[in-house]
């Protein structure tokens, strides 16, 4: 499977964009499709996650309330809306997928997932 974000820009504090990831090449009836994001010198980190066995999302504490991921399945793709920027939301937003079902101490853990797109870069100002 092959994975296109797009999206990325640059906006104000207190801004919103809307990250996209494209799935091509392999369909899955089950899959877990993630956001991680990665910002200059710090590790890569979680951000939220859509498990389509049960239709769960997840989120990353710092994110919880201003983030939502939603699945467009016409479209085989998954949406991150990113409202009420922070200058500290900064990074390369990476989207994962992992043909499974992942448990929930799976689902924050970037190894598990096995395919990546090549990132966005998003930059929040303040």
């Known amino acids: 499977v092959q994975l296109q974000a797009s999206g990325g820009g640059w906006v104000q504090a207190g801004g919103s964009l809307r990250l996209s990831c494209a799935a091509s090449?392999?369909?899955?009836?089950?899959?877990?499709m993630a956001w991680f994001r990665q910002a200059p010198g710090k590790e890569r980190e979680f951000v939220t996650a859509?498990?389509?066995?049960?239709?769960?999302?997840f989120y990353a504490d710092s994110v919880k309330g201003r983030f939502t991921i939603a699945r467009d399945i016409a479209k085989s793709t998954v949406h991150l809306q990113m409202n009420s920027l922070k200058p500290e939301d900064t990074a390369v937003y990476f989207c994962?997928?992992?043909?499974?079902?992942?448990?929930?101490?799976?689902?924050?853990?970037?190894?598990?997932?096995?395919?990546w797109g090549q990132g966005t870069l998003v930059t929040v100002s303040s």
């Open positions: 090449g392999s369909t899955f009836s089950t899959y877990t």
């Open positions: 994962a997928i992992e043909p499974r079902r992942l448990i929930v101490s799976q689902v924050r853990d970037a190894k598990d997932y096995g395919s």
């Open positions: 859509f498990r389509s066995s049960d239709r769960s999302t």
